[in-house]
């Protein structure tokens, strides 16, 4: 894709962080963009800096974790937008990071892998299939990390490589 002018992207977990900062460089680019994050506040606040340069962006809360909160995230990006071409399923957690692997609880797995691992499948799943029907140019982008190409030490290295496995 070499336009941006016009087209409409969506990122997750652009409150903060590398998300916030996809939002900004795309919507500097002249696109329209749809800002997803779990913290309401964080969200409300990256949202109002970036109208306040005269950007056209929307902010949806979402949880990346419940295929459902994707699912209206999509919704709501077509209802406002009409289209959407560009998605960084960017949202991640460090997770269960420090303790031992084995010591891990059920909610651990549960929290780290449904946020890094399947908050990208859910983002996939819900978006290509829109990219594809509108059969225009789009790109969906899954951050994974560097940790995903060396030996996975830890909790979040294991869902960074299982997204780039995915990918
Ligand atoms: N910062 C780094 O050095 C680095 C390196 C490699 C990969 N990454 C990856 O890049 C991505 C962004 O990292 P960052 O450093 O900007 O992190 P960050 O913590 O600054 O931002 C992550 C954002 O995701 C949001 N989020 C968390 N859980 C969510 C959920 N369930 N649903 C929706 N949003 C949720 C958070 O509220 C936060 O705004 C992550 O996937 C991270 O693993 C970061």
Partial sequence: ???????????????????????????EEGMR????????????????????HGHQVTGVPTDVMSRASVQDLARA?????GKVHLVCNNAGVEGYLDGAIW?????????????????????VETFLPILLAQGE??????????TAVVRATNMYAITKQAVLAYS
């Fill in 33 to 52: 963009v749809v800002l997803a994050d779990v913290e309401r506040e964080a969200l409300d606040r990256t949202v109002a800096e970036l109208r306040a």
């Fill in 137 to 146: 140019e789009g790109h969906v982008v899954n951050t994974a990390s560097m």
């Fill in 77 to 81: 990006t077509l209802d406002v937008y």
């Fill in 103 to 123: 010591e891990a609880t059920e909610r651990d797995w549960r929290w780290t892998m449904g946020v890094n691992f399947w908050g990208v499948v859910h983002g």
């Fill in 1 to 27: 894709m070499r336009a941006f002018a016009g087209r409409v992207a969506v990122v997750t977990g652009a409150a903060s962080g590398m998300g916030r900062a996809f939002a900004r460089r795309f919507a």
